[in-house]
């Protein structure tokens, strides 16, 4: 099967190359392969079953078309000074016009029309005052939320866009391998459903597979010697505070990014993904791995407000599998709570003891995850990131007071697997002709819109 583009994974970065290039009249034959299912057949049963069932082949809310993003929190962050290092390759300025333009294609396929977080309230100059106080950087972003439901709905009108204008979807097809003739990069092998492989050429592949497929793109660099470098990996936790808490912030920020660096280690931590009136979920990846993560719906509210706080490790040589590593801590976590989620009281790390359910059930704050199992989540967190947590969470309470309550819960792991970096230029082509790699499995980006630009931008190259 021969193609003029094969597009690797349905996510963002791959759903907006195909998008534009059609918008760009390019004419190209075009298919794109995504192992898990089409967006209205993506459904997590949790919210009946009330604990998460281990779907398979694949985690509904990390695999299928949209991504894992579109299932989380839906937002979109509209600044180049957030989502990765992309605009240190092609330019803030050409980062930020490709963010507006695609934030336009992202309203004509029905995003809500308000943007949060630009409020001109005489209160956000107090919390900066707080941040510079605390030692902390308020990172100003606007935000345009889509919402966990509403995307769904907003990525299925993109997808039947792409088939309405002649873009093949092959759903259920597990790509294994790419075939490589005479170092030219000419096509990929996938599996279906039945377990029969087909091979699938292109002049131009592109390989967009996001945080789920991360590990297996490292591995395939490796294989084939695509230049990389080990990045930056993600370690850390999901907290959780009652509304009453942070809603001042809410209400003039909606999503208070802040970033330090606390002694001793000086290494850097943020905060990530914040979702007023949201949710806590688990997500599942291979050999059932279970992550934590939020999601924040347009209409639906609970009386808590989650965030992640990720605390970033970059390792030198002779180590190279940062990702592994990762794996590891959330393995190890998995293990103490017996597969399930674990959830522990701040005040209780403080104090050196464990979390028992019956004070869950005493507490203000109310897990929205259901099935996390109260435990201690410091005998499995590496000290490093531990001590960098505590350090960072006892910061932002001066910036948000009693956000280190010791009612406040930390629920772990939390890990974004992220960091293979594809050495690439301008252009987008790596060092194995033929072949481009987009999105957060790049180890370019981070999040829904600069994964979407960085398909952007590269259908614009396609089409030069």
Known sequence: MKYDVVIVGAGPAGIFTALELIRKNSG????????????EKRSCPK?????????????HITTGFSGAGAFSDGKLSLSYEVGGELPELIGWQQAQSLIDYTDSIYLEFGADEHIEGVSNDPFIKEIRKRAIQAGLRLVDCPIRHLGTEKAQHIYYSIQEYLLANGVEIEFSANCTDLIVEDEVCRGVRAVDSHGAEREYFGDDIVVATGRRGADWLEKICIEHDVEHRPGTVDIGVRVEVRNEIIEDVNKVLYESKLIGYPKPFKNKVRTFCQ??????????????????NGHSYKDYKSTNTNLAILCSHNFNQPFNQPIAYAQKVGELTNMLGAGHILVQRFGDILDGKRTWQKELAQSNVKPTLPDAVAGDITAAMPYRA???????????DIVVPGFASPETLLYSPELKFYSNRV?????????????????DSSGWTRGLMMASIMGVLMARNLTK
């Open 47 to 59: 919210q009946k079953t009330k604990q998460c069932v281990q779907c398979k082949p694949y985690c």
């Open 423 to 439: 050495r690439m230029d301008e252009n987008l082509d790596t060092s194995l002709r033929g072949l481009h790699c987009l999105g």
């Open 28 to 39: 190209k034959k075009i298919i794109i392969l995504e192992k898990g299912l089409p967006v």
């Open 386 to 396: 531990m001590t960098n947590i505590i350090n960072f969470i006892q910061a932002v």
């Open 275 to 292: 979702n007023p009136g949201g949710f806590v979920s688990q997500e599942n990846y291979d050999n059932n791995l279970a992550v934590v």
